[in-house]
């Protein structure tokens, strides 16, 4: 008897979704791909703002050789993915200023770093920096492929040689701890210390309660570079929904889907969209598992824990304010204070940022015929914030003071003119929330110890057996490469199911 191939419809087109959508394709399955929004990329996009073009989600773009794999399994050899992607490295890949004066540019090319540090901070730091990147990349080799690029059904799995050896050397390098720590053993300044460890808010805790494990991600980002595409972050979506569709997949878009539907024993048959119902074997599910929760008629069950949040503000100077700047396309300025800064926006009663860190994006440095128009250049000015189920703040009310008080600061701390922004949207807790994302936090439910690896939302809906989530809310977790990774695993859930391997579970 023939076998049609099996039916997938994948919910969402941001990363996560063109990603499972890419391997599910690769295996053999029908995919249709549905989205609420007009176009690809979901929380990574470049939009039109009164005719000034900005990078409104992820700006910081890191191990884009998994963009290449989801473009490998739908047959674009690597020289043609790199030429669609036209990715160019962001150099220096961070500049960090700090209260006291001191700036470091941290260059793309990690063998150049310990130069650049030891130039700022001296040689006894830049050799301490070398150490610390050689570890880094280290706990990365142990990792990546043995605990994250990987589906884990139960404590059996960890039980093989691989995942004891990988679990060993991770000991050896004392990652158990905590990861402030870990980076103090090679970096005694504090300001170096923040370098290696503020990326622990990707993950939504702070450095201080962060453990070691985290060391992942200073890797990818300091360790291996940041890259940027041409014509803005948008253009990673475009070009993996163009691979999808030339595959022979479907996008829908302006297509929200409106419930899932199970047959009496849990088991998905089909999608709705407002009154039409597409029947499909598998589903595979990229919003938030409370998103999810309401498409099935369930109620989830315990409540999570969510990363702070941020206000993003974008805006627009006139080309040339920014030349009086020490300033890249990613600037990083810190106040004086830093446990508290945590404190104040990851705490269970959260409030605003009292002397605060900021992320000034600028995409114009590599980039200006996108980024700077009619004599104006598109900059932006990320503040994290606390959630609204730590802080429920009127932003209504407070948004526009606080975007004052913040340009204002940045004016005050050497960046002149940017008071004089003209600001063209300001996203805030509220209105990510307005978008559907539970808390106020595009940043998903935060890597606490509860809700990391095995013990973070499933890929595997509890009820229903051929639903499966990727994206931010499951594992690995959130951020652009882990949700990249997230679709081959949903991906290799949904095939290995359908191929009856997995099938009475
Ligand atoms: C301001 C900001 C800055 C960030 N900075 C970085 C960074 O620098 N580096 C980094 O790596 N990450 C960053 N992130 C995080 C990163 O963007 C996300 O973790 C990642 O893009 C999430 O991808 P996803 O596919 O899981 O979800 P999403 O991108 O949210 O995609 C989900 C998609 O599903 C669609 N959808 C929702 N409900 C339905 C429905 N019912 N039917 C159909 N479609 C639906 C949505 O419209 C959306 O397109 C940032 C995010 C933001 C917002």
């Given at each position: 008897m023939a076998t049609r191939a099996p039916r997938v419809a994948v919910i969402g087109a941001g990363l996560a979704g063109l990603a499972a959508a890419a391997h599910l394709r690769a295996n053999g399955a029908e995919v249709t791909v549905f989205e609420?929004?007009?176009?690809?990329?979901g929380l990574v996009r470049t939009e039109s703002i009164g005719g000034h073009r900005f990078d409104t989600g992820a700006t910081v773009l890191t191990m884009p050789s998994l963009i290449v794999d989801a473009l490998g399994a739908l047959g674009v050899a690597a020289d043609e993915a790199d030429r669609r992607l036209a990715l160019r490295p962001v150099d220096p890949g961070y500049v960090m200023n700090y209260a006291d004066g001191t700036s470091l540019a941290v260059p793309h090319d990690a063998a150049a770093i310990p130069a650049a540090v030891a130039s700022v901070f001296g040689e006894q730091a830049g050799d301490g920096v070398a150490d610390l990147l050689q570890w880094l990349r280290r706990v990365y080799d142990a990792e990546f492929d043995t605990f994250i690029d990987r589906n884990f059904d139960g404590l059996?799995?960890?039980?093989d040689a691989r995942t004891r050896r990988s679990a060993a050397e991770l000991v050896r390098l004392r990652t158990l701890g905590g990861l402030t720590g870990a980076i103090a053993r090679f970096v005694a300044d504090e300001r170096l210390q923040r370098v290696f460890t503020f990326q622990a808010l990707y993950a939504g805790v702070p450095p201080r309660r962060a453990r070691a494990i985290y060391a992942i991600i200073p890797d990818m980002d300091i360790g291996r570079g940041v890259f940027a595409p041409e014509g803005g972050m948008g253009r990673v979506g475009r070009v993996l929904a163009d691979a999808l569709t030339d595959s022979g997949a479907d996008i829908e878009y302006r297509t929200p889907i409106t419930a899932i539907r199970r047959d009496p024993h849990g088991r998905v048959s089909g999608v709705a969209a407002g009154d039409s119902v597409v029947d499909v074997d598998a589903v595979v599910a990229t919003l938030e598992r409370d998103g999810v929760a309401q498409l099935t008629g369930e109620r989830p069950r315990r409540r999570l824990r969510y990363s702070p949040s941020a206000v993003v503000i974008h805006g627009l100077l006139p080309a040339g304010t920014t030349d009086r700047w020490r300033a890249g396309h990613h600037t990083l300025d810190f106040g004086t204070a830093w446990t508290q800064t945590f404190a104040e926006i990851t705490g269970r009663r959260g409030r605003l940022m009292s002397d605060g860190s900021f992320l000034i994006t600028r995409?114009?440095?590599?980039d200006p015929s996108t980024f700077v128009a009619d004599g104006f250049e598109s900059v932006s000015v990320l503040a994290p914030a606390p959630n609204l189920d730590s802080a429920d703040l009127d932003w209504d009310r407070i948004a526009e003071p606080y975007v004052e008080e913040v340009v204002g600061t940045l004016a005050s701390r050497g960046y002149p003119g940017i008071d004089g922004m003209r600001v063209v949207r300001v996203d805030h807790p509220k209105t990510w929330s307005q978008a559907g994302l539970p808390a106020g936090t595009p940043f998903s439910a935060a890597h606490t110890a509860s809700q990391t690896g095995p013990l973070r939302t499933a890929n595997v809906w509890p009820t229903s057996p051929n639903l499966v989530l990727a994206g931010s809310?499951?594992?690995?977790?959130?951020?652009i490469p882990p949700v990249l990774v997230s679709g081959g695993l949903a991906a290799a859930r949904v095939t290995e199911l359908l191929r009856g391997r997995d099938g009475g579970r």
């Amino acid at each position: 008897m023939a076998t049609r191939a099996p039916r997938v419809a994948v919910i969402g087109a941001g990363l996560a979704g063109l990603a499972a959508a890419a391997h599910l394709r690769a295996n053999g399955a029908e995919v249709t791909v549905f989205e609420a929004e007009d176009s690809p990329g979901g929380l990574v996009r470049t939009e039109s703002i009164g005719g000034h073009r900005f990078d409104t989600g992820a700006t910081v773009l890191t191990m884009p050789s998994l963009i290449v794999d989801a473009l490998g399994a739908l047959g674009v050899a690597a020289d043609e993915a790199d030429r669609r992607l036209a990715l160019r490295p962001v150099d220096p890949g961070y500049v960090m200023n700090y209260a006291d004066g001191t700036s470091l540019a941290v260059p793309h090319d990690a063998a150049a770093i310990p130069a650049a540090v030891a130039s700022v901070f001296g040689e006894q730091a830049g050799d301490g920096v070398a150490d610390l990147l050689q570890w880094l990349r280290r706990v990365y080799d142990a990792e990546f492929d043995t605990f994250i690029d990987r589906n884990f059904d139960g404590l059996a799995d960890l039980a093989d040689a691989r995942t004891r050896r990988s679990a060993a050397e991770l000991v050896r390098l004392r990652t158990l701890g905590g990861l402030t720590g870990a980076i103090a053993r090679f970096v005694a300044d504090e300001r170096l210390q923040r370098v290696f460890t503020f990326q622990a808010l990707y993950a939504g805790v702070p450095p201080r309660r962060a453990r070691a494990i985290y060391a992942i991600i200073p890797d990818m980002d300091i360790g291996r570079g940041v890259f940027a595409p041409e014509g803005g972050m948008g253009r990673v979506g475009r070009v993996l929904a163009d691979a999808l569709t030339d595959s022979g997949a479907d996008i829908e878009y302006r297509t929200p889907i409106t419930a899932i539907r199970r047959d009496p024993h849990g088991r998905v048959s089909g999608v709705a969209a407002g009154d039409s119902v597409v029947d499909v074997d598998a589903v595979v599910a990229t919003l938030e598992r409370d998103g999810v929760a309401q498409l099935t008629g369930e109620r989830p069950r315990r409540r999570l824990r969510y990363s702070p949040s941020a206000v993003v503000i974008h805006g627009l100077l006139p080309a040339g304010t920014t030349d009086r700047w020490r300033a890249g396309h990613h600037t990083l300025d810190f106040g004086t204070a830093w446990t508290q800064t945590f404190a104040e926006i990851t705490g269970r009663r959260g409030r605003l940022m009292s002397d605060g860190s900021f992320l000034i994006t600028r995409s114009a440095v590599g980039d200006p015929s996108t980024f700077v128009a009619d004599g104006f250049e598109s900059v932006s000015v990320l503040a994290p914030a606390p959630n609204l189920d730590s802080a429920d703040l009127d932003w209504d009310r407070i948004a526009e003071p606080y975007v004052e008080e913040v340009v204002g600061t940045l004016a005050s701390r050497g960046y002149p003119g940017i008071d004089g922004m003209r600001v063209v949207r300001v996203d805030h807790p509220k209105t990510w929330s307005q978008a559907g994302l539970p808390a106020g936090t595009p940043f998903s439910a935060a890597h606490t110890a509860s809700q990391t690896g095995p013990l973070r939302t499933a890929n595997v809906w509890p009820t229903s057996p051929n639903l499966v989530l990727a994206g931010s809310a499951t594992v690995p977790g959130v951020g652009i490469p882990p949700v990249l990774v997230s679709g081959g695993l949903a991906a290799a859930r949904v095939t290995e199911l359908l191929r009856g391997r997995d099938g009475g579970r």
